[in-house]
């Protein structure tokens, strides 16, 4: 497994990451604006 898989792993099993994928869109998108 290369880096870029293993990191893809760590992303999907990160709870931050579940925490992004429930945010409304529009949440998504001020988030995105603020650089964040």
């Not at 760590?10 to 709870?15: D, G």
Request: hydrophobic share 45%; no cysteine; glycine share 2%.
């Amino acid at each position: 497994m290369n880096l870029k898989q293993q990191m893809r792993v760590r992303l999907a099993e990160s709870p931050l990451w579940l925490r992004w994928q429930r945010l409304q869109p529009r949440e998504r998108l001020s988030v995105t604006l603020l650089g964040a």
